[in-house]
């Protein structure tokens, strides 16, 4: 190479600066445009020049000298700047692996110029880009920041120049500028002997939430370089933590307020990051303070939840201890860590297991929003999807649906009926997620049975918006309804039975307080009205405060006539689902008030009109389920498909309209749906056909003026079924003839004739219906049949068949067998009882005295234990059904005042020692029977007490049983008082108090207790 014509200047120190070929010299003494023109030309020679080129590297060794002068490192041009700072780079490129500079002062000084110019990478469209770019790049390639590791002071060169880089990246960067910032950063952290505490905060910072928000870029390149160089830094991340979580020294960075956001951080770039630091987690997941375990639970619960993170496998002990913080005693943390398990559930449902023994004791916590939140955990991993959530989790869901407090129950409640309708009516995941959820119906419809208002209102919300979804066209609705009911357990279809019945007595509350309206007003009227509104708000939400709202509406509906003719529409038989619809939107606008949005009178309004208003059934709907109805009884329905047998939904779906006849008879009233309970009766199902006549029974008045064809075809079926059809079929038709035909007189002699002339007690078999139609005949017709009744009475049912054993039974020695083993005769016998109290509750008075020889002929059975004629020919077995049907029968003759008043002392106590009976059947069917009868006000006062001689009952369930029934009775007594102001003047025949002298009067007359002197027995009766 030709050396320089230009005269080599003399530095201060005496060497001679070399420029290259037509570079002037630089100085203070020329203008910058001057300097930036000449250090171009130099930036050039540097940049062609190689670390081979010895004489050159020679040659301008001052020159590199010069350029790091104050001069230049101070210059306040910037672009003079970037020049020199580009030849400095070079020159540490050239002259590698010595720099030419060996003060560290200087080095140092220089480093920090450098680190300043790359500030200018920032702004892409400068002009100068690509200089700054070719900075970065030399620096990166070479290496050169690395000479810094024998100052002793270069942490604070690689902090600016980390901190310099984390601010100026940016998105319009490309790919190349982020590889070389990370291959210069890199190259410090793995050469170096450890990162220091405020180098790794200047890389930790650009993670924290605050910082990542407002540049992204920074973050990427933060997480790149973590995951590159975890090896070297992670020892220096374990430092920092266990500094700051385990010695709690948090004046070692400022960065210690966001341990956990970084952790969570570093957890998501690698794992690895945390190896050391994860077992000081656990440590603090046992700390004394409540407020740190549950940040550490916070942050645990997100590094174990997320989507793709195994630590829970990887880090059992850790997992364990974090399982255990579902039991701490601070409930924030319980609450955290339940809510946690949902988001496990839906990413980790190989953890569902070890969740499982947790959630249970927390859907058992004593704070009542851990267990809502139970709840809302196992519902929402559920919805998302079925198989998330096992059996037993769906088990503590079912627990809730019971839990004391409202709340809960209600979150359960619902939450079980979303998936019911997702898994189940939409069927969203196929026959065996519909299967495993199939238990819900029931479940749901059971919880009727509780005596809060607020747990019926939400079964008969779900029932209409869930399980059979209102707003359903009405075939869909039908067949969803038919089904259902075919596949409901027995409790359940009671419960929906119970259901439709409120809701038809509070429709009938609501016609008569609309009739009471249209009449004058007086003062007996107004009393009326009050009483008929306190019936209505106790059928609502919070019945205090119900009061004054229906109090209220009551005015409104006063004052306005339109609102009165919406609500009689709602409330009429022939009201169809489409109308009751728009009249419950029509009374909710009217009254609306735009300026209250939360109206609590509009809403206790709205819920009294979702009761009564008929949403399922219609016309349209009964006529829809008869078509669905006959389709089974052709075989062309969806039966099978729906998991029913053909037989089982024409039996459930007659059940269902045997229901629906009682509270929307009006709606049954066609020749088609007549047409198709014909074709009922007709079938060989007794059940079946039973449920049809009562149908009929129910809903056919208007038959013999409106159909004669049916009438004409219904008489003669009617007839046949009341000689020779079941006993149960028998009752029904006897009941419908009397019901429905204004000839019933007729109809009901040309049974009755027949019938008790051939009577026969040597086929007692044949003798069952003929006697249940006879004795019904004379219940409902007195006055017509109660004279030639006598007769038979006398001749037939007490000297022929009951003082009569034409058969002798097994003696097997049992106390009791089931329906199908019980001879005919007794079957005839038990029958004959029946009809001799039937045919006295028709007569209702005792001119003839047939009930006093009634009475002792009853007596006498119960003295002789049910073997009336004492020749020992029947089985014990027999004789326990015989003593249950004469208990049974005086304490039917009991419920009618005039036969009350003639049974003795003697026949009572008989009576109540049936509870006591050797047999359990006849105690426990006595005391169904009994409760039935006192629960409906139907006995006198002094039928309570019987229940007082259980307490001497062994068996358990029978004494709880028995005290069950006494409470009932008594709240339902002191309640009708209360409902009644009437009741006051028979407060002796109410008031539960009263029982006390009869319950001693039984006490007293057991048989049991003998001597009043005999302390055991004594202290039998006091027990």
Known sequence: MDFPATQPKPTADGKIIYYPPGVKEITDKITNDEVVKRLKMVVKTFMDMDQDSEDEKQQYLPLALHLASEFFLRNPNKDVRLLVACCLADIFRIYAPEAPYTSHDKLKDIFLFITRQLK????????????????LENLAWVKSYNICFELEDCNEIFIQLFRTLFSVINNSHNQKVQMHMLDLMSSIIMEGDGVTQELLDSILINLIPAHKNLNKQAFDLAKVLLKRTVQTIEPCIANFFNQVLVLGKSSVSDL????????????????????????????????????????????????????DSDLATQNRPLWQCFLGRFNDIHVPVRLESVKFASHCLMNHPDLAKDLTEYLKVRSHDPEEAIRHDVIVTIITAGKRDLSLVNDQLLGFVRERTLDKRWRVRKEAMMGLAQLYKKYCLHAEAGKDAAEKVSWIKDKLLHIYYQNSIDDKLLVEKIFAQYLVPHNLETEERMKCLYYLYASLDPNAVKALNEM?????????????????????????????????????????????????????????????EKLRSQLELLISPTCSCKQADICVREIARKLANPKQPTNPFLEMVKFL???????????????????????????????????????????????????????????????????????????????????????????????????????????????????????????????CIHAIFSNKEVQLAQIFEPLSRSLNADVPEQLITPLVSLGHISMLAPDQFASPMKSVVANFIVK?????????????????????????????????????????????????????????????????????????????????????????????????PCYHEI???????????VIN????????????????????????????????????????????????????NISIRREYIKQNPMANEKLLSLLPEYVVPYMIHLLAHDPDFTKPQDVDQLRDVKE
Request: proline content about 4%; overall charge neutral; charged content about 25%.
């Open 609 to 735: 009109l979702e009761r009564i208003a008929p949403v399922h059934i219609d016309s349209e709907a009964i006529s829809a389920l008869v078509k669905l109805m006959n389709k089974s009884i052709e075989g062309t329905a969806d039966d099978e498909e729906e998991g029913v047998s053909p037989d089982t939904a024409i039996r459930a779906g007659l059940e269902l309209l045997k229901v629906l006849s009682f509270t929307h008879p009006t709606s049954f009233h066609s020749a088609e749906t007549y047409e198709s309970l014909l074709q009922c009766l007709r079938m060989e199902d007794d059940k079946v056909a039973e449920a049809a006549i009562q149908i009929f029974r129910n809903t056919g008045h208007k038959i013999e003026t409106d159909l004669p064809q049916i009438r004409s075809t219904l008489i003669p079926i009617l007839h046949q079924k009341a000689k020779r059809g079941t006993p149960h079929q028998a009752k029904q038709a006897v009941h």
């Open 256 to 307: 210690s307020e966001h341990v956990f956001d970084l952790i969570q951080e570093l957890f998501a770039i690698d794992p690895h990051l945390l190896l050391s630091v994860m077992p000081q987690l656990e440590f603090k997941l046992k700390s004394n303070d409540g407020e740190e375990r549950l940040a550490v639970v916070r942050l645990l619960a997100k590094l174990f939840g997320s989507k």
């Open 903 to 913: 049974i003795t002392p003697e026949q009572f106590q008989l009576c109540a020692l």
């Open 917 to 968: 009976d050797e047999c359990y059947q006849v105690r426990q069917i006595f005391a169904q029977k009994l409760h039935k009868a006192l629960v409906k006000l139907l006995l006198p006062l002094e039928y309570m007490a019987i229940f007082a001689l259980c307490a001497k009952d062994p068996v358990k369930e029978r004494r709880a049983h028995a005290r069950q029934c006494l409470l009932k």
């Open 800 to 896: 022929d068949l009951l003082m009569n054993d034409r058969s002798t039974g097994e003696k097997n020695g049992k106390l009791w067998s089931p329906d199908e083993e019980v001879s005919p005769e007794v079957l005839a016998k038990v029958q004959a009882i029946k009809l001799l109290v039937r045919w006295l509750l028709g007569m209702k008075n005792n001119q003839s005295k047939s009930a006093n020889s009634t009475l002792r002929l009853l007596s006498a059975m119960l003295v002789s234990e049910g073997d009336l004629t004492e020749q020992k020919r029947i089985s014990k077995s027999d004789m326990s059904r015989l003593r249950l049907a004469a208990g049974s029968a005086i304490m039917k003759l009991a419920q009618e």
């Open 500 to 560: 439709w019945k409120c809701q038809n007595m509070l429709r009938s509350h609501v016609r008569e307080l609309l009739d009471l309206h249209k009449q004058p007003t007086s003062e007996a009227n107004s009393a009326a009205m009050f009483g008929k509104l306190m019936t209505i708000a106790k059928n609502l939400p919070d019945p205090g405060k119900a009061q004054d709202f229906v109090k209220k509406f009551n005015q409104v509906l006063g004052d306005d």
């Open 120 to 135: 200018g990478l920032e702004d892409t469209k400068s002009p100068q880009f690509n200089r700054y770019f070719y900075l």
